[in-house]
Nanobody, 123 residues
Framework: QVHLVESGGGLVQAGGSLSLSCVAS????????MGWFRQASGKEREFVGC????????SYVDSVKGRFTVSRDNAKNTVYLQMNSLRPEDTAVYYC????????????????WGQGTQVTVSS
C-alpha cells in the first residue's frame, strides 16, 4: 500500500520561508516523478512544481519560479519543497504526489497523493 505523508506546514509571515517534506512508502520511489500541488480555499488544485526521478530536472508554475525549490533524496524516499519569499496568495493546502510520467504537471498523471499540509501566509 502506497503512502505519501507531508509535513512542515504552518503559519508564516509574508516574506518568510517554510520547508515541506513528503515521505513515501510502498512504492519504488526512484521510479516516480514527484510533484507538489496546492489547493486554496474555494479553488481548484493547481500544480506547483515537480522533480524527475533522478532529481536532475525540475519544473515549476510561473508564479513560484525563483521562490520555490523542489528537491529529493531517493535514499530517504523523501521529496522536499523549499518555499522562500512567501506571499499571502501562497496560502493553501499543499499536497505531494507521485507519477510515472516524466516531469509532468498534469494533475491526472499523478496516481498517488498525500493527505496535504496547510500553509498559511499572513500579510
Amino acid at each position: 500500500q502506497v503512502h505519501l505523508v507531508e509535513s512542515g506546514g504552518g503559519l508564516v509571515q509574508a516574506g518568510g520561508s517554510l520547508s515541506l517534506s513528503c515521505v513515501a512508502s510502498g512504492l519504488t520511489f526512484s521510479a516516480y516523478t514527484m510533484g507538489w500541488f496546492r489547493q486554496a480555499s474555494g479553488k481548484e488544485r493547481e500544480f506547483v512544481g515537480c522533480i524527475s526521478r533522478s532529481g536532475s530536472s525540475t519544473s515549476y508554475v510561473d508564479s513560484v519560479k525563483g521562490r520555490f525549490t523542489v528537491s529529493r533524496d531517493n535514499a530517504k524516499n523523501t521529496v522536499y519543497l523549499q518555499m522562500n519569499s512567501l506571499r499571502p496568495e501562497d496560502t493553501a493546502v499543499y499536497y505531494c504526489a507521485a507519477s510515472i510520467v516524466f516531469l509532468t504537471s498534469r494533475r491526472d498523471d499523478f496516481k498517488y497523493w498525500g493527505q496535504g499540509t496547510q500553509v498559511t501566509v499572513s500579510s
